[in-house]
């Protein structure tokens, strides 16, 4: 994608913590309001006052918690499936008592900072580890990815370059504080969802009533990694989103 992209615009592509190449957090600490604020010090540090950006999954649901309390620094936004849990997923995690969310995530916490990472005896393992989990993917697109996502130990073995802390993230704000978030977004703002994804869709689920400059775009016979998925059709709805401005993001 960045690739493409930079054929018009200027394009930084950003690994977040415990992501890609970043580091990995020492204390495992991957909350949202931390990642908000390193997409803000990554824009202070690049002196860019107002920046289009596109993302996916947690990257995307951070960019838009960031759109929504600094909408002065926004030009755009494409949230590739960036909404995550379901409103009902929510409710019932709202209904938890904050004392058992606690502790579940401590716990579970513990488990995977004990647990023996999964690890590969060549790229081919690792390769068709990917592919079993991404069954969409496939050719230079599919060796790409799994080239880029892992990195060969002292010990011979390839490992997944992402902490596996990022699953398990401290308990967040509630349902309701969320959609206020969501209220607040004023930048236009794409939304795009795999037909076959595991996300909820939110022309579906209600929450694209709640946004007051979205359009949704559902892309067909992709899961939840639509632009690996399909490539060309989600960069068509980019390409047209982005051509609606008329200048080129304000690099500072």
Sequence with gaps: M???????????????????DSDWSPEGNYGEGVLVRDLLLLLDA???RRATIIAHSLGANIAMRFAAVFPERMNRLVS????????DRLVLV??????????????ETERIRMRVPRHFRSMDEATARMKERNPHLAGERLHHLTHHAVRLGDDGFYRWKVDPMIRKRPPDMSNDALNDLWRALTCPILLL???????????????LGLFANAR???IEEAGHWVHHDRFEETMRE???FLSETATVPDQG
Excluded: F, K, Q
């Excluded at 590739?80 to 409103?87: H, K, N, T, V």
């Excluded at 969802?193 to 929450?207: C, F, I, K, Q, V």
């Design 2 to 20: 960045a690739r493409r992209l930079c054929a018009r615009w200027h394009v930084i592509a950003v690994d977040l913590r415990g992501h890609g």
């Design 46 to 48: 690049l002196a860019i």
């Design 80 to 87: 590739i499936e960036g909404l995550l849990a379901s409103p």
């Design 94 to 107: 709202d209904n938890t008592p904050m004392r058992t969310r606690l502790r579940t995530w401590l716990e």
């Design 193 to 207: 969802y795999g037909a076959e994804s595991w996300a909820s869709n939110p022309g579906m689920d209600g929450r």
């Design 216 to 218: 949704l775009r559902v």
């Design 238 to 240: 980019i390409d047209a």
